[in-house]
């Protein structure tokens, strides 16, 4: 199975800060690599697919970028919403495997 | 706008059966394009596929290894759903369970647009 090792596994940003997560694939994933928001006792959120297209109603302060084995999810200006945990997803192999998560909390 | 609403125990005792089940509306489980997957989330395991059924001309399931034994997924046209079944669950099933669509089209057909609300099992006695 792929790895996905995500980095910082926390971090603390105040709001307005420009942040950005990086997501380590174990080999390469072509352009299938998927960005999730989750908050407390929610479902994971699709926020970016095929690396940086935004889904449908999210905001454009977030964007993704990446390509072979090194991908990352930027969000430009924190707003109070965004306190979060953030996972990637691949699914260029069977079967699709998710990093271990980016708490992101208020400084 | 697609909708996933789960329903089934909380409470499961070990070496039983889990069964959950994801009713769809806004899609069809016969979606000749969708997907239909179960990931479960817990903090030892993160979130973790479990698997998926899908239409196209005929039913196809695919599982993910560390379940293959103990798992089945079903789909059931008349109610529109599909369900999980979990055999012969440990304290290790313990997880919220997700049921979550693949999108039909596109690119995107690599992730998962819609989840259902999340279902805690529990597995003791």
């Known amino acids: 199975d792929i790895q996905l090792t995500q980095s910082p596994s926390f971090l603390s940003a105040s709001v307005g800060d420009r942040v950005t997560i990086t997501c380590r694939a174990s080999?390469?994933?072509?352009?299938?690599l998927a960005w999730y928001q989750q908050k407390p006792g929610k479902a994971p959120k699709l926020l970016i697919y095929a690396v940086s297209i935004l889904q449908s109603g999210v905001p454009s302060r977030f964007s993704g970028s990446g390509s072979g084995t090194e991908f990352t999810l930027t969000i430009s200006s924190l707003q109070p919403e965004d306190f979060a945990t953030y996972y990637c997803?691949?699914?260029?192999?069977?079967?699709?495997?998710f990093g271990q998560g980016t708490k992101l909390e208020i400084k | 706008q697609v909708q996933l609403q789960q329903s089934g125990p909380g409470l499961v005792k070990p070496s039983q059966t889990l069964s959950l089940t994801c009713a769809i509306s806004?899609?069809?489980?016969?979606?000749?394009?969708?997907?239909w997957n179960w990931i479960r989330q817990s903090p030892s395991r993160g979130l973790e596929w479990l698997g998926r059924t899908y239409y196209r001309s005929k039913w196809y399931n695919d599982y993910a290894v560390s379940v293959k034994s103990r798992i089945t997924i079903n789909p059931d046209t008349s109610k529109n759903q599909f369900s999980l079944q979990l055999n012969s669950v440990t304290p290790e099933d313990t997880a919220v369970y997700y049921c979550?669509?693949?999108?039909?089209?596109?690119?995107?057909?690599?992730?998962?647009?819609?989840w259902g609300q999340g279902t805690l099992v529990t597995v003791s006695s």
């Open positions: 806004g899609d069809s489980v016969s979606s000749n394009s969708a997907a």
């Open positions: 997803q691949q699914l260029n192999n069977y079967p699709p495997t």
């Open positions: 080999q390469g994933i072509s352009s299938y």
């Open positions: 979550a669509r693949n999108p039909p089209s596109g690119i995107a057909v690599k992730s998962f647009d819609y």
